[in-house]
């Protein structure tokens, strides 16, 4: 959008959202009051901010309680009613600050759909703490660390990135003494947990592996790579499993 | 306008939160209630006082008879000569003594027959109680106005101070109380703008395009709304006391108007710079105590050192309360207490300026 934020902050504030951390709405007021101020103070003209209010309250679910005061509103509600007001005026860049902080499941998971479908439609900055969110709703993650950006790239990169040697998990039946010490004596990094093997390695390759495992007798039913997840690539990059 | 949608929004606050409407309503008005059953009501004391007929015409010898001794204040007690009555203040034995002056009874008559009188008193009292004598002066000038069926004070010439109407207790305490009442203001008109910003509600309105002024009059505009029903409640309960307006009400109300406009501004400009209402509450409370006592809101200005009286006099509420009490007690004209009101807008103004300023500087920290 080409804006300076020091010297045009007004230009750029035409054209953001801005949900806080805080589930920061005008408790006395609706949802419709809400946000035809949000939209009025974004220049919209009345009739359309009503229209607008109306239309955002049937998108986040809240019509039924559109006249009510958000202070009698549950956690779930209100925080789709904070990004309602985010996403009032159509700004091409929108901020959600921790949107889905303290809500259970059910309403975490409903809010997650309705994030992931603006995908496409504007640029979306979120921040979260949970992993899972970051992971599901990011087309690209910054790893923020005591205030500077310790890593960026997409959710695949930094799992990668993070990733210093690979991991085969392997079900087998029939995995004797014997195999196993086969299997003991070719790899450095063995875990046998029952019929489950799980072999580690920096440069290992999936078909050797398995056609190695296959050669010890053993029967194998299924195996995949493990793929870290992005808590542990976090705790990864920002070195906190070590403080852990 | 901006501001405009912010003014509704925070008036719909206010207006819907009980516990901040039962603040801004019930505080002053249990002042109020509390100082006009303490001063309002009728009591049973008396005070003597002398009078000296040098007119010495039926007309005066009525007035005496019928006008004063009727007041259920005063008791009255005649005297041939000015000495006579002078001996008799000095004693204790009497608290005041009027002179009715000769021509007093023609100037009566001039009245009943619809002319313009000059009615001139002189009236000599006990200085060392002031509160007495005010009450005094009250009652003697209602009963000459009642006597003389005339609507606008008469004059009553004192040997020290020269009030020129009358002064109940309730006449003299209820604009102060008023003024404090919308001294009150500053912490309440502040809560709505620190509350939002303790609550990260502000962060969100700074992130849409709207200018510092429209914060600051946005914020104002809603309390404006509440400052009118004060001003309005007030006023009927200072007159349900007992309080007489002589002068003009809406002179009045203007005076009060420009009060509450400037603890409004003096508001904005302590919510800009608190960042919570613990922060916010104090400054509030130890800019409004002392200028209360300052401005003279319960206690006459006179009786106290001058230099507190100049401090005083740096302030707007100081002048409020002088000029409403001018416009209520002595019925005084705009151009007398138009110096007072200049000084009361321009620090409305100054305030909402630095309000203002404050804020966007804070905005951009």
Known sequence: ?244 | MRFTKLAIRNARETYRDPLALGFLIAFPLLFMLLFGAALGGNSDFSYTIGVVDKDKTGVSEQFVTQALDSVPILSIATFETDTLAGDSLKNGDIKAFIVLPSGFGEEITKSWQQENPDIVLDLVYDESDLTVSSQIISAINISVREFANIKIPITIRTSHINVETEVSQMDFIAPGIIIFGLLIMVPTSARIMVRDKETGFMARLLATPTYPWEFIAGYSASMLVVAIVQIIIFILLAVAFGMNVVGSLSLAFLIFFLTAVCSISIGMIVAALSKSENQAEPLCWIIAMPLAVLSGVWFSREIMPEYIQFMGDLFPYSHAVSAARMVIIRGAEFSAVSESIIIIAIWAIIAFITGIVLFRYKMRA
């Not at chain 1, 020091?6 to 589930?23: D, F």
Request: glycine residues 6%.
């Open chain 1, 1 to 244: 959008m080409g804006f300076d934020i020091n010297r045009e902050p007004r230009s750029v504030k035409t054209v953001i959202g801005v949900s806080p951390q805080e589930t920061t709405l005008s408790e006395h007021l609706s949802p419709l009051e809400n946000l035809e101020l949000i939209a009025g103070l974004r220049g919209i003209s009345p009739d359309r901010a009503r229209k607008w209010s109306k239309a955002m309250v049937e998108i986040m679910g809240l019509e039924e309680r559109s006249k009510d005061q958000v202070r009698k509103f549950s956690g779930g509600m209100k925080r789709r009613l904070s990004i309602a007001m985010a996403l009032i005026a159509d700004p091409a860049v929108v901020f959600l600050d921790e949107p889905t902080l303290g809500l259970d499941p059910q309403a975490r998971r409903a809010l997650w759909e309705y994030i992931a479908s603006l995908k496409g439609e504007k640029t979306i900055l979120l921040t979260t703490h949970y992993m899972e969110e970051a992971d599901f709703l990011s087309d690209n993650i910054a790893i923020i660390d005591s205030g500077k950006i310790a890593a960026l790239g997409t959710s695949m990169d930094l799992k990668t990135l993070s990733m210093e040697k690979r991991t085969i998990v392997i079900n087998a039946w029939n995995i004797t003494i014997k195999a196993i010490d086969l299997i003991r004596d070719k790899y450095k990094e063995v875990k046998i947990n029952g019929n489950s093997l799980s072999i580690s390695g920096k440069y290992l390759d999936f078909k050797e592996t398995t056609d190695f495992i296959h050669s010890t007798g053993a029967i194998i039913r299924s195996a995949y790579f493990k793929e870290p997840s992005l808590e542990e690539a976090y705790l990864k990059i920002t070195g906190k499993e070590l403080a852990g």
